[in-house]
């Protein structure tokens, strides 16, 4: 009797045994009985039972679902490190890897049916027809030579009718069937019209091309608009050359058409796109195709880290510094540092760009564990973004845009030009009060208060999503004075729409682009030149080439200043020049201009005279005096319930169970950044270490901990490690 430990999806931090008549490779999907429920688990481990196992106490495995493991040995390895390293539970660890499809109780043979094609090939009676010279036509003469050799359907359609075929088929001459492509990669065709790169573009490629055969990992430190796609593609074809695979990480979905379009245009290859937007079946017939080598290229969002590939030869990941690329719940992991890892049991070099790069890489670049590469310069005739800061105080502000902003809008547009106006803060008005008595309309369950979106004529949360009907009086004192405090894109779209009715304008943020091609259409609107002005939230900060868009406005700067999050202004340095950098992209020249009434801060003279450069190395000088990361290891306890001294109490626990040894401290508990969210109230403890190792030792400490105390079972309690926020 062969025992099987079996990593089941359900929250506990252990694999389970079962028992089988004959050994099952590792990685390979069986179905168990957990409980009452049946589950799709994964064998993690493999032995002889021996005789201090009660063999009667176990249950036997249901099915064994893969005649050969469909997890390779690469990704069994890493679920086991990202177990151990996020402190999460091993089954679930495995849920997160695996398309939704892996995890239900499907075959292999179901599974590889979801990429095999349609083949033809001759019966034994098509044989005879041919070979007894029957009355044909000489359109199934030739269909009936050409198949003597088995084909694709689709191959033998582009020179035959479906109605020949279907007629074969129908004489039962033909049939039809499933076949599922071999394991291997092929040599994509080049497109020869590429640019010549530039003098910094060529020493970058130069450094690359020298470590395509080992690991290493590289930053792509470039200004906005310097050609670093141009590199990652020069690069990436020599990668291609070989036979390799490539893997292309970026942060958001936005980026998704232009990236791919960048790439099918240089390269003759099927792509794999991964991203929210993609279906559960094609998620899985990407995975399944990438694993056999028939996808040269995979670009996706975070989550497409964990492809398999047949021969993986390089990833890149663009905007690196970006928050998206870290998993905010269940596996908290973060897409770069899994890169790093897959990267280096490949042996094979990882690329990370970025105008704006993370304070973590830029000191792991300083310090000479990255290779650094710089374009300081911008490509082809691009010229330098002049960059203002504009001093609002005692100017007329109307919807958001002082009297000085319009003035330059005007003159841009008159220009044949577009113009980005940039507001994070979707919604009409962050804010709906009553003019009499004070009243601000809060969400019950999070007690914030919600957002006025005036189109749809509701009051919504942005952090639960909660929403409810706008009222025309007060619901406190039942006067119908309500005024609308603060601005929204949307309530800046209705001003800019008035103002300027002969420049059509577009919004582009969350609201508005929810449905399928929403972003796409919009993205092609601006592309086209239809649009004249945009407005948008984050999702137009990065990466977006807009060769038109001459003049970018910062609407509200001040919001960054005076942030609780300790990592504000490194997020706001990153987001003015990655904004600045969506304006004269072409040869027009482009201006910034940022509104704000503390023109005098210290960052915002230090971030338009210096640059982000300066500005990044004098946080990190701030970072180290405050043994703050990335000097110092940092984790973090969550814990949530709907009764706040339940939370308090179990993290207070925590601390005190925690060794303090030297090099480490904790900090808290104290309430989230968002300290109340459905209902819940959420508390945090901050671990800080001078090593990673005392910070896993500290964490180890306190998943027993709280595995142990029955109070913590009573409220939702989570680890993050590397923990880039505290809300």
Known sequence: MIILNVAVPVPLRQSF???HTEKVPEGTRVSVSFGTRKLVGIVVDCSEASYDVKIDELKAINE???TTPLLPDELLTLAKWLSDYYHFPIGETFTSLLPAWMRQERTSVELLGLIASKHLRLTSDGESALANNTKLRDTQRNVLKQLEKAQSREALLKSHSAATIKGLKKKGWVEEFDSIPNEGTSVPQTVSCKPTANIEQGVAIGAMSASLERFSISLLEGVTGSGKTEVYLQVIEQVLSKGKQVLILIPEIGLTPQTVERFKQRFNCNIGVLNSSVTSRKRMHIWLQAKLGHLPIVIGTRSAVFTPFYDLGMIVIDEEHDDALKQQDSLRYHARDVAAVRAKKYNIPLLLGSATPSLETLNNALNGRFKHLKLMQRAASAQRVSQHILDIKHQSIEGGLSDTVIQHMKVHLEQGNQVLLFLNRRGYSPILMCHDCGYVEVCSRCERPMTWHKKTRTMQCHQCETQRPVTNRCGQCQQGNLVADGVGTEQLESVVNRLFPNDRAIRIDRDNTRTKNAFNDLYEEVRSGNAKILIGTQMLAKGHHFPDVTLVVLIDVDGGLFSMDARAQEKLAQLVTQISGRAGRASKKGEMI?????????????????????????LLAERRALNSPPFYA???????????????SVLANVKQGVDNDEGFITIGPMPALVEKRLNRYRFILVFRASSRRLLHTAL???????????QAKKCRWSVDVDAIDFT
């Not at 940092?634 to 308090?648: F, K, M, P, T, Y």
């Not at 180890?700 to 029955?710: M, Q, T, Y």
């Open 17 to 19: 045994s079962y028992t």
């Open 594 to 618: 940022l509104q704000t009434h503390h023109p005098e801060h210290p960052m915002l003279q230090e971030l338009i005279n210096n640059g982000y450069g300066h500005v990044a190395r004098l």
């Open 634 to 648: 940092q984790g973090l306890v969550r814990a949530e319930s709907s009764d706040a001294n339940l939370c308090l």
């Open 700 to 710: 180890h400490r306190a998943v027993w901990l709280l595995g142990s105390d029955k």
């Open 64 to 66: 064994v679902l893969d």
